[in-house]
């Protein structure tokens, strides 16, 4: 699994919370500062087609999945998923 979120570093609240609830839950991420990281603001513009952040691209088993903004409800299905895969390897 990999968990990358394209954030801004100041200002965002949808960022904040973002990363928030994946500490929470346990869940190891990679963060990229799209206002310091030009290619990263334009792979995220340019090819996923985002123009608002966070965006989150989530990998599973090379199944990539990606959403831009505050959304809870994909923010707990990746919680839950990625808990269950835990749980299994234990």
Not at 13 to 33: I, P, R
Request: proline share 2%; charged share 20%.
């Amino acid at each position: 699994m990999t968990l990358t979120i394209y954030t801004k570093s100041s200002g965002c609240f949808g960022c904040t919370k973002t990363k928030q609830k994946f500490l929470e839950a346990g869940l190891s991420f990679h963060e990229v500062d799209i206002t310091a990281n030009q290619a990263a603001f334009e792979y995220i513009t340019e090819e996923l087609g985002y123009s608002q952040a966070p965006v989150v691209v989530y990998d599973r088993d090379g199944t990539e999945n990606h959403w831009s903004g505050l959304n809870p409800s994909r923010i707990a299905q990746v919680i839950s998923i990625e808990t269950a895969a835990m749980a299994h390897q234990s």
